[in-house]
């Protein structure tokens, strides 16, 4: 029986890798769930697997994050919870089931200006492109340092085809990190002869914050986790500790009403921290008005954070990661179609069953947009004549190719009058406009974390000397793995709670394609088409 059994553990930060560590706080070190306190700013647990809306208003969700069969660390977490309307089903089996029953397979990757299919199964590089990438795979971390990724791949290779998948795809920009596409391409190398009809990708029976928020928050909440929704920590207060340093008080406000409070941390107590947000300073629209961009707000998570690493050394650089807002944010929109004409058009173009097509990405697209047609019902309780839809733009300031204006300033109306001229829906443009309601998002902090980094950039997950803080989230730091995943936040979640605790868990390893003989000829056939 572990020693700190009688401590309690606070939460900072409600998305998944907070919902997590709260989930193996009591399965891994069996404590006591009415010893757990969670604080969330917002009133939304879940962080970026956030969905919202109704039939009459339309729904609305910021993104979604990629699944495979191998986030061996969100399938076991899942394995524990129930899913969202079955108890006789956990949520893990609720995934691979309807992965299973459903078949995907991408038909229109790409489309050309004309919006016509694009045969997408060839990866399109040349030798230079194939000498890059295989320099990339086996260079270290270290000696990339902070290089960009335009920084060790030729111009041609941002043409090729496996370019415009992959990063519309994962949502990979030329000027981020290359350390984290060397990461990438080993982590999931596996999937380079999929990767243009998308097989390979897992789906949730609903959309994944009814799939897997949801199913979480409430097998927490029955346990007796604490939730303090609404509650912002401002400040840790730090002291010194038998050769380290401890968090000895946290410091809160009460969102609504301004009331603060100081709450004193016992001996045993443990801290842990989701540090910075991909969602934070979110600006949404509506079919008449742009989501205009929030360039000046920073939530609790990013402040308290700077502030954490204005008192000690080893706590992270935050300002790495939200320096350049131009070149971290994009912009994102959700799409209820009243109609089936929608429908009946996709599936004449990809000639797959709707929602099982995957992404499609209008590759001579100013705003280089991609769309997600969602299978039916993304959302419970959602009528059966309403789709839904999902599009972004990685390229959101500039003007479209339709609509002479940036992707940035576009109203509802307006973004859905571009995507519907790239699929050359013309003929049926009115009736489709007339029951299409488009609610755009504007995320600054997007893919802040591809941003170039260097070692100590990202702090460990349990910082040297640190007694009771241990950091979790896509800015904390896990060797191997990768961010904008959803894996990446349930394994940082783990390994603070057994690092915390000591409590030395077999958390399964990363999966390392790149060590299987059969992987690797794959992947090297397909380079070579």
């Known amino acids: 029986m572990n020693a700190k059994l009688n401590s309690k553990a606070y939460i900072v930060g409600g998305g998944v890798a907070g919902l997590a560590a709260a989930v193996y706080f009591i399965t891994d070190a069996e404590l006591p769930a009415s010893q757990i306190v969670l604080f969330e700013e917002s009133g939304v647990l879940g962080g ?25 660390c969100t399938y076991d977490l899942l394995s524990k919870i129930p899913s969202f309307d079955d108890p006789g089903v956990n949520a893990s089996d609720d995934i691979r089931n309807f992965t299973e029953s459903a078949g995907w397979n991408a038909t229109a990757r790409l489309l050309n200006r004309k ?5 997408a199964s060839r990866m399109g590089f040349d030798w230079g492109d194939r000498i890059a990438l295989g320099r990339l795979l086996i260079a270290s971390e270290a000696a990339l340092r902070d290089k960009r990724i335009d920084e060790v791949f030729p111009r041609h290779f941002f043409t090729s085809n496996f370019w415009l998948m992959w990063c519309t795809m994962f949502s990979f920009q030329p000027w981020h990190s290359a350390v984290e596409m060397r990461r990438y391409l080993l982590r999931f190398i596996h999937l380079f002869p999929t990767i243009a009809d998308l097989s390979c990708v897992w789906h949730t029976r609903y959309n994944q914050y009814h799939s897997m928020v949801e199913p979480l928050r409430k097998w927490l909440e029955a346990k007796g986790v604490a939730f303090r929704q609404g509650t912002r920590v401002l400040d840790m207060d730090l002291e010194e500790a038998a050769g380290g340093f401890r968090v000895a008080q946290l410091k809160t406000r009460d969102v609504r009403s301004g009331a603060e409070r100081d709450i004193a941390l016992a001996q045993d107590d443990l801290v842990v921290f989701t540090n910075g947000s991909m969602t934070d300073a979110s600006t949404y629209g509506s079919m008449t008005e742009p989501a205009v961009l929030d360039d000046k707000s920073l939530g609790g998570s990013w402040a308290l954070w700077k502030t954490l690493a204005a008192k000690r050394e080893g706590l992270g650089r935050p300002e790495v990661f939200i320096r350049a807002i131009d070149k971290s944010k994009w912009l994102s929109f959700t799409v209820t179609v009243s109609t089936p004409l929608f429908r009946n058009l996709i599936g004449k173009l990809t000639q797959r069953p709707y929602g099982r ?8 697209s100013s705003w280089f947009m991609t769309i997600h047609p969602h299978f039916n019902p993304t959302y419970p309780g959602q009528s059966p004549d309403q789709d839904i839809w999902w599009g972004y733009g990685l390229n959101p300031d500039a003007p479209g190719d339709f609509v002479k204006k940036r992707m ?19 003929e049926d443009l009115d009736a489709l406009m007339a029951q299409s309601l488009a609610r755009p998002c504007t995320m600054p902090y997007i893919t802040s974390q591809f941003m170039p980094r ?43 709670v057994d690092a915390l605790l000591g409590l030395n868990t077999a958390i ?6 790149q060590h299987d003989l059969f992987v690797l000829i794959d992947a090297l056939r397909e380079s070579l088409s």
């Open 357 to 364: 097509e995957g992404l499609i990405t209008f590759k001579d």
């Open 115 to 119: 919006g016509e299919i694009i045969d």
């Open 48 to 72: 970026s697997l956030d969905a919202s809306g109704s039939p009459q208003d339309g729904y609305l969700m910021r993104g979604g994050r990629m699944f495979e069969e191998h986030y061996v």
């Open 508 to 513: 399964p390893p990363v999966y390392k394609g």
């Open 408 to 426: 940035s300033d576009c109203t509802g109306e307006e973004l859905l009058r571009e995507t519907y001229a790239h699929l050359r829906f013309d």
């Open 454 to 496: 260097v070692k100590g950039d990202r702090p460990d997950v349990l910082p040297a000397n640190s007694k009771n803080l241990a950091f979790v989230g896509q800015f904390a730091e896990a060797p191997d793995d990768v961010v904008f995943t959803v894996e990446y936040s349930v394994r940082v979640a783990r390994m603070a």
